[in-house]
């Protein structure tokens, strides 16, 4: 857990205190965090506006960050993927890799396109995660790519509430349908070790999402478990649901809405 321990938060404030420099670096890294994000979030999302104005020109202009087309959409949802995403560049990932004793990777750094199906997901994470924290229940964040490679069943996002509750946070948007198979299955695995979590949280924009995960997680039942994709393969074990009913949380939105946890 070296990276946990080490973490720093996004900036002193993420109010107008903040000096220009600590939000330059706080918006880097925060890319590093998630791996990409748009410059609507940077410069409307994660910051005080007035404080961010300018804030993706001086990026672009110091060559920290560069934009590549996105242009997904998921038949299943009907949403539309954004028309670019911002990642770091050389430069800019040197800046953010100081910050971390022990940095991770950043693929990100080699992208030509965004083709990742969860781009979706990952964008209202990230609204998500800045709203919670400037309202101020929540005192520090993980991205899955900042926690450790080993067989624990991690979820996409852990907070640490300021009440020093760890939360388990899951999206879902419905843009990529075999990541809910999986989050299901690594939710129970979870629940079948030593307790990490408080609580399980689910945000979805969707009653339909909501409901099949209760379809899905109904106790007693037992999910596959595949090496790979699940089609045309044998399952290579299973995992038991439990009762989950005092343990998971779900939060309904309207599509990207706003979501205070407590």
Not at 217 to 246: A, H, M, N, Q, S
Request: proline share 6%; net charge negative.
């Amino acid at each position: 857990m070296s990276n946990v321990s080490k973490v720093r938060t996004l900036a002193p404030h993420l109010h107008a205190e903040g000096r220009m420099r600590d939000i330059q670096m706080a918006a880097l890294d925060w890319i590093y965090r998630f791996g990409s994000t748009t410059r609507d979030f940077l410069t409307q999302d994660l910051f005080n506006p007035q404080e961010s104005r300018g804030l993706d020109r001086t990026l672009f202009t110091q060559g920290w960050v560069r934009g590549i087309p996105c242009g997904i959409h998921s038949e299943k949802s009907g949403k539309e993927a954004p028309g670019a995403i911002l990642v770091l560049t050389e430069k800019g990932l040197e800046l953010a890799r100081k910050r971390y004793a022990e940095p991770w990777e950043y693929p990100e750094l080699h992208w030509e396109t965004c083709n990742d199906l969860r781009v979706n997901e990952r964008i209202w994470s990230q609204q998500l995660t800045a709203m919670n924290y400037r309202q101020g229940g929540m005192r520090k964040f993980w991205t899955r790519r900042m926690l450790p490679d080993d067989d624990y069943p991690y979820p996409d996002m852990e907070w640490i509430m300021e009440d020093g509750r760890l939360l388990a946070i899951t999206v879902d948007t419905g843009d990529y349908f075999p990541a809910r198979h999986l989050s299901c299955v690594a939710l129970c695995d979870r629940e079948s070790r030593e307790r990490r979590y408080d609580r399980e949280v689910l945000i979805a924009d969707d009653y339909g999402i909501v409901k099949d995960y209760h379809d899905r997680l109904k106790p007693g039942e037992r999910l596959p478990i595949w090496e790979d994709d699940p089609e045309d393969f044998t399952p290579v074990g299973e995992v038991l649901v439990p009762d989950l009913t005092r343990r998971m949380i779900v939060f309904l939105a309207d599509p990207w809405g706003e979501v205070l946890v407590s």
